[in-house]
């Protein structure tokens, strides 16, 4: 798409300045939106591309700067304002009221509210033509609490045209879909593209940014740091600017394994609910050495976690911790073993959303010492154990008595990781460890679990991403309907062998082929 | 057999309507309030201040209509303080709800004391009169039940319709749903989370009014200390056994109520002489739980209920 130097400016930002507490989260941030062009805003977690978007539709104040929307200054803090002038808002955390049709949500606050009855017959017509022209099929009358994460998308954006926007910003669309939805996705910004939309559209994924936008803007801290046009730009250039220094992959030296600290053998659970259970699973998992487990999401994985972590006990098969028997196997015995976790998800079980980050940082231990002396805390250990950790493991975050919530998902992670490292856990149990982070991050959390294991730890990863698992892991496993395959060495299948166990073939029922 | 005999008589069911009705305009009345998001534990208080309102403006010399319009502005003014406090300033909803309870409670007494000093006996008024319905009036059992009653039992009925047709049928009940869902859905759409939550809450109050006032004009005819005695707790339940529609939760009413009327005629027969009297008092409580128990197990609780809504917060 040409980004056309004589089309007219739809949206200008002047010097918008935005800051919470000691943090600046936009710094005299000025640039223009041309009609008809995507605009690609790229950054790390945390750079505040997201406070960005919210003050130019109106969910913050900026505390200095002006918004200028199809020539008219936007009054400041005022979405109805935004919405009227044409600007149309997706946003990451979705704002659909789940007791609502689909149809109710989007005609939400399009009607005067004083209006007896509604003019649904219309709306629902106008709805179905949208979805049509823009290729965004959804049911009308479906409850949104009962749609796909990508169906609840296509409203978000169904919303907005029905509005007649005529600026779309997407917020991390694609962080929660899968890559058949992002395709979707991208086929209907083209067509509002040629329909004349002009779009800002945040990522932190370099391939997507590529692949959609035709001008780059980078933000860093905050700051604009850079502006190119797509056509003249790559990944390599566009990730340095975004981190503002080289990135260098992971490299993974030979392995040197020790004893097994973790044995599992013909291990059976229970199945919850639709998860999968473990089917008669054994796996040793050994010092110095990061065992990848790949497969399809939902085999079993979970249930894998949950069992390492204490959270459920086998039904059959025996565990191993260290040569013994684990009995009485509870999170806190998990725990007490020298096992460190790295919850699948940061929010409703790595953390404590409304604690603060020191809470949140002595949430596995707070009840020992140094934290804790004869029942009583000792605050002053706590805060300088997380300040410990907030500087060595780079948390950006206002401080340890911060709420971790207001925390970008990167930083959460990074809490985390220092909480789980920093007690030297003998086994790490790494679960999807970087899934949602930006490239800056998830070098860093990689890096961290390969020093684990050159430190001695047994690391388990457990991973959707098989890139990741062929980068990281001395051995793979792949499970696949709580059954595991044996153990690969590094190198020695292609990804292309994995995908077939990943689908199911060459295991033999009731066990593992030897 | 004496239930029978009890079920069967017009004037049971002609008085678990009447002490059905001043529960089902409170219960509208929260039931607005909570799904816009907002627990207003003020209902006990506000109930009183209702009462007392109402009655104290008929004695005075208003009539009737305007006594009822009385109490549903005095309710009103509560939940305005309760609206600003809960809403713009997100202060807890039970301390809030609470406070105005105590509040309203007490200066509603202290204004009693202060306009009757010598009184003993609280004066009755001229209340609010039966006001059958030629032709279905005369239907057995249905007619004295339904269409022998007064004026005001006939506007909760009507009222309960009104905030349904409201809720499910206009573009304000639609924001009104959505934003005790989800407030960000609101504010994304360009609405006043804050306007629609303190509308809510100033409107449910002037309705749980009402409902107090129904005591002093179409029931009692006086004012007493107490006579709320836990209605508006009662309704509180109501609106959770009606899983927040207005439907069901009228039905709910009708239901307590019944059980109301019938533990009284109940203390009057041959059993009642050899139970004592407060197993019988306490069968509608007993039996509402039970039935909460029951039903509130599906229902779909509005999911930012007593979640203050701060702009700009993630």
């Given at each position: 798409m040409?980004?056309?130097?004589?089309?007219?400016?739809?949206?200008?930002?002047?010097?918008?300045?935005?800051?919470?507490?000691?943090?600046?989260?936009?710094?005299?941030?000025?640039?223009?939106?041309?009609?008809?062009?995507v605009?690609a805003?790229?950054?790390?977690?945390?750079?505040?591309?997201?406070?960005?978007?919210?003050?130019?539709?109106?969910?913050?104040?900026?505390?200095?700067?002006?918004?200028?929307?199809?020539?008219?200054?936007?009054?400041?803090?005022?979405?109805?304002?935004?919405?009227?002038?044409?600007?149309?808002?997706?946003?990451?955390?979705?704002?659909?009221?789940?007791?609502?049709?689909?149809?109710?949500?989007?005609?939400?606050?399009?009607?005067?509210?004083?209006?007896?009855?509604?003019?649904?017959?219309?709306?629902?017509?106008?709805?179905?033509?949208?979805?049509?022209?823009?290729?965004?099929?959804?049911?009308?009358?479906?409850?949104?609490?009962?749609?796909?994460?990508?169906?609840?998308?296509?409203?978000?954006?169904?919303?907005?045209?029905?509005?007649?926007?005529?600026?779309?910003?997407?917020?991390?669309?694609t962080?929660?879909?899968?890559p058949?939805?992002t395709d979707?996705l991208f086929a209907?910004l083209r067509?509002?593209?040629?329909?004349?939309?002009?779009?800002?559209f945040?990522s932190?994924k370099m391939h997507e940014v590529l692949a959609i936008s035709s001008?780059v803007?980078?933000?860093?801290?905050?700051?604009?740091?850079?502006?190119?046009?797509t056509a003249?730009?790559?990944r390599?250039?566009l990730?340095?600017?975004?981190?503002?220094?080289?990135?260098?992959?992971?490299?993974?030296?030979?392995?040197?394994?020790?004893?097994?600290?973790?044995?599992?053998?013909?291990?059976?659970?229970?199945?919850?609910?639709?998860?999968?259970?473990?089917?008669?699973?054994?796996?040793?998992?050994?010092?110095?050495?990061?065992?990848?487990?790949?497969?399809?999401?939902?085999?079993?994985?979970?249930?894998?976690?949950?069992?390492?972590?204490?959270?459920?006990?086998?039904?059959?098969?025996?565990?191993?911790?260290?040569?013994?028997?684990?009995?009485?196997?509870?999170?806190?015995?998990?725990?007490?073993?020298?096992?460190?976790?790295?919850?699948?998800?940061?929010?409703?079980?790595?953390?404590?959303?409304?604690?603060?980050?020191?809470?949140?940082?002595?949430?596995?231990?707070?009840?020992?010492?140094?934290?804790?002396?004869?029942?009583?805390?000792?605050?002053?250990?706590?805060?300088?154990?997380?300040?410990?950790?907030?500087?060595?493991?780079?948390?950006?975050?206002?401080?340890?008595?911060?709420?971790?919530?207001?925390?970008?998902?990167?930083?959460?992670?990074?809490?985390?990781?220092?909480?789980?490292?920093?007690?030297?856990?003998?086994?790490?149990?790494?679960?999807?460890?970087?899934?949602?982070?930006?490239?800056?991050?998830?070098?860093?959390?990689?890096?961290?679990?390969?020093?684990?294991?050159?430190?001695?730890?047994?690391?388990?990863?457990?991973?959707?991403?098989?890139?990741?698992?062929?980068?990281?892991?001395?051995?793979?496993?792949?499970?696949?309907?709580?059954?595991?395959?044996?153990?690969?060495?590094?190198?020695?299948?292609?990804?292309?062998?994995?995908?077939?166990?990943?689908?199911?073939?060459?295991?033999?029922?009731?066990?593992?082929?030897? | 057999?004496?239930?029978?005999?009890?079920?069967?008589?017009?004037?049971?069911?002609?008085?678990?309507?009447?002490?059905?009705?001043?529960?089902?305009?409170?219960?509208?009345?929260?039931?607005?309030?909570?799904?816009?998001?907002?627990?207003?534990?003020?209902?006990?208080?506000?109930?009183?201040?209702?009462?007392?309102?109402?009655?104290?403006?008929?004695?005075?010399?208003?009539?009737?209509?305007?006594?009822?319009?009385?109490?549903?502005?005095?309710?009103?003014?509560?939940?305005?303080?309760?609206?600003?406090?809960?809403?713009?300033?997100?202060?807890?909803?039970?301390?809030?709800?609470?406070?105005?309870?105590?509040?309203?409670?007490?200066?509603?007494?202290?204004?009693?004391?202060?306009?009757?000093?010598?009184?003993?006996?609280?004066?009755?008024?001229?209340?609010?009169?039966?006001?059958?319905?030629?032709?279905?009036?005369?239907?057995?059992?249905?007619?004295?039940?339904?269409?022998?009653?007064?004026?005001?039992?006939?506007?909760?009925?009507?009222?309960?319709?009104?905030?349904?047709?409201?809720?499910?049928?206009?573009?304000?009940?639609?924001?009104?749903?959505?934003?005790?869902?989800?407030?960000?859905?609101?504010?994304?759409?360009?609405?006043?989370?804050?306007?629609?939550?303190?509308?809510?809450?100033?409107?449910?109050?002037?309705?749980?009014?009402?409902?107090?006032?129904?005591?002093?004009?179409?029931?009692?005819?006086?004012?007493?200390?107490?006579?709320?005695?836990?209605?508006?707790?009662?309704?509180?339940?109501?609106?959770?056994?009606?899983?927040?529609?207005?439907?069901?939760?009228?039905?709910?009413?009708?239901?307590?109520?019944?059980?109301?009327?019938?533990?009284?005629?109940?203390?009057?027969?041959?059993?009642?002489?050899?139970?004592?009297?407060?197993?019988?008092?306490?069968?509608?409580?007993?039996?509402?739980?039970?039935?909460?128990?029951?039903?509130?197990?599906?229902?779909?609780?509005?999911?930012?209920?007593?979640?203050?809504?701060?702009?700009?917060?993630?």
């Amino acid at each position: 798409m040409p980004s056309g130097g004589e089309a007219r400016a739809v949206l200008r930002l002047r010097n918008i300045t935005k800051r919470f507490g000691p943090l600046t989260a936009n710094d005299a941030i000025t640039f223009d939106l041309r009609e008809g062009e995507v605009i690609a805003l790229l950054g790390e977690n945390g750079a505040g591309k997201t406070t960005l978007m919210n003050i130019l539709f109106g969910h913050y104040m900026a505390d200095a700067g002006e918004i200028e929307a199809f020539g008219h200054i936007l009054p400041p803090g005022n979405p109805r304002a935004a919405l009227e002038a044409g600007v149309g808002m997706v946003h990451q955390h979705f704002t659909l009221a789940d007791n609502l049709s689909v149809l109710e949500n989007i005609i939400l606050g399009t009607e005067p509210l004083w209006r007896l009855g509604s003019g649904r017959a219309a709306a629902r017509a106008r709805i179905e033509q949208l979805s049509r022209d823009f290729g965004l099929a959804v049911h009308s009358d479906a409850k949104a609490g009962t749609l796909s994460v990508g169906e609840r998308q296509r409203v978000e954006i169904l919303k907005a045209l029905y509005r007649d926007a005529r600026v779309l910003i997407l917020d991390e669309p694609t962080a929660v879909l899968t890559p058949q939805e992002t395709d979707d996705l991208f086929a209907t910004l083209r067509k509002a593209v040629a329909r004349g939309l002009s779009i800002i559209f945040i990522s932190h994924k370099m391939h997507e940014v590529l692949a959609i936008s035709s001008r780059v803007l980078v933000l860093r801290h905050g700051r604009l740091v850079g502006e190119v046009a797509t056509a003249e730009t790559d990944r390599h250039q566009l990730a340095h600017m975004m981190v503002g220094s080289e990135i260098r992959a992971p490299e993974v030296g030979g392995a040197a394994p020790g004893r097994v600290l973790l044995r599992l053998r013909d291990v059976s659970t229970v199945p919850v609910g639709n998860a999968v259970g473990l089917r008669s699973l054994s796996l040793d998992l050994r010092a110095g050495q990061i065992t990848g487990l790949a497969g399809v999401s939902g085999n079993g994985q979970t249930a894998l976690a949950d069992l390492i972590a204490g959270e459920i006990v086998p039904a059959a098969g025996a565990m191993e911790i260290g040569g013994r028997e684990a009995k009485g196997w509870t999170p806190k015995a998990a725990l007490e073993a020298g096992i460190g976790r790295i919850p699948e998800d940061r929010h409703r079980t790595g953390t404590v959303a409304d604690f603060s980050l020191a809470e949140n940082a002595v949430l596995e231990a707070y009840e020992k010492a140094p934290f804790s002396r004869r029942g009583w805390f000792d605050w002053q250990a706590v805060d300088r154990h997380t300040r410990s950790i907030i500087e060595r493991y780079d948390v950006r975050c206002p401080g340890p008595d911060a709420r971790i919530r207001l925390l970008s998902g990167g930083n959460m992670q990074k809490l985390i990781l220092g909480r789980v490292l920093e007690a030297e856990p003998a086994i790490i149990l790494a679960v999807q460890p970087v899934r949602g982070l930006d490239i800056g991050a998830v070098t860093y959390v990689q890096n961290r679990l390969i020093e684990a294991r050159e430190a001695g730890a047994a690391v388990l990863l457990i991973s959707e991403d098989l890139d990741e698992i062929l980068t990281l892991a001395d051995v793979i496993h792949v499970i696949s309907e709580g059954r595991l395959s044996p153990a690969f060495a590094r190198g020695s299948k292609s990804p292309a062998e994995l995908g077939v166990w990943m689908a199911g073939q060459g295991f033999e029922e009731g066990g593992h082929a030897a | 057999m004496e239930i029978l005999d009890i079920l069967l008589s017009a004037s049971f069911w002609a008085a678990a309507v009447r002490i059905a009705s001043p529960l089902i305009f409170a219960t509208l009345g929260e039931l607005i309030c909570e799904r816009a998001g907002v627990l207003n534990l003020g209902i006990e208080g506000i109930m009183v201040v209702g009462a007392f309102a109402g009655w104290m403006a008929v004695y005075s010399g208003a009539d009737l209509w305007t006594g009822v319009a009385v109490a549903m502005g005095a309710g009103m003014l509560f939940g305005l303080l309760h609206a600003i406090l809960s809403v713009p300033f997100g202060l807890s909803q039970h301390v809030v709800g609470l406070g105005i309870t105590l509040l309203a409670t007490a200066s509603t007494y202290f204004a009693y004391r202060v306009s009757l000093p010598e009184v003993t006996n609280p004066p009755r008024i001229e209340a609010f009169k039966e006001l059958p319905i030629p032709i279905v009036s005369d239907i057995p059992i249905v007619g004295p039940a339904l269409f022998a009653q007064t004026p005001l039992t006939y506007l909760a009925f009507v009222a309960a319709a009104v905030v349904a047709f409201v809720l499910y049928r206009t573009p304000l009940g639609l924001a009104l749903r959505a934003v005790g869902e989800n407030p960000h859905s609101v504010e994304a759409q360009g609405l006043s989370v804050t306007g629609l939550r303190m509308g809510a809450v100033i409107v449910g109050s002037g309705l749980m009014a009402v409902g107090g006032a129904f005591l002093t004009m179409s029931a009692f005819n006086s004012f007493f200390f107490e006579m709320v005695n836990g209605r508006g707790w009662i309704c509180i339940a109501l609106v959770v056994f009606g899983a927040w529609k207005p439907g069901k939760a009228v039905l709910g009413a009708l239901l307590f109520a019944a059980f109301d009327a019938l533990q009284i005629r109940l203390q009057q027969t041959s059993l009642g002489a050899d139970i004592p009297y407060q197993i019988f008092l306490m069968m509608p409580y007993l039996l509402s739980i039970l039935a909460l128990v029951v039903m509130s197990r599906r229902a779909e609780v509005p999911a930012a209920l007593m979640v203050p809504f701060n702009r700009g917060e993630r």
